[in-house]
C-alpha cells in the first residue's frame, strides 16, 4: 500500500507527465532520488529508449547529498554531450524543485546541457 506522501506524489508525476514528454531533438531528463542516492537519466520517449544515464552509485558516492547530486548532474551532461544531446526537457518526476533535484538541474546546466 502507497503512504499518502507516495500518492501525492505519483500524482504531481503524471500531471508534470501529460504536459512534457521527450523527443528525439529534446529528450527528457527525469530524475529520482531515494534515501540513499540519486539517479538520472536523459530519454527519447518516442522510441523508448535512455539515451545517457548517471548515478551516486555508478559514480562511487555514499550518501545522497546536495554536492553529490551536483556531480551526478554534471557526469549526465558529460555522457548526453557525447551521445549528441545538447538541450533538454526537465522532468523533476513529481519531487519539489529544491535539494538534491535542484542541484542535479545545475550540475547538468554547467557541464553544458541547455533547458
Do not use: W
Not at 521527450?22 to 531515494?34: C, H, M, Q, T, Y
Not at 546536495?66 to 549528441?84: F, H, I, M, R, S
Amino acid at each position: 500500500m502507497a503512504t499518502q506522501k507516495d500518492s501525492r506524489r505519483l500524482r504531481i508525476k503524471h500531471s508534470i507527465r501529460a504536459k512534457i514528454s521527450g523527443i528525439a531533438e529534446k529528450p527528457r531528463l527525469s530524475v529520482f532520488r531515494s534515501n540513499t542516492g540519486i539517479y538520472a537519466q536523459i530519454i527519447d520517449d518516442v522510441k523508448g529508449h535512455t539515451l545517457a544515464a548517471a548515478s551516486s552509485k555508478e559514480l562511487g558516492l555514499v550518501n545522497g547529498n546536495v554536492d553529490n547530486a551536483k556531480q551526478v548532474g554534471a557526469k549526465l551532461a558529460e555522457k548526453a554531450l557525447a551521445a549528441g544531446v545538447s538541450t533538454v526537457v526537465f522532468d523533476r518526476n513529481g519531487y519539489l524543485y529544491h535539494g538534491r533535484v535542484k542541484a542535479v538541474a545545475e550540475g547538468a546546466r554547467e557541464g553544458g546541457l541547455k533547458f
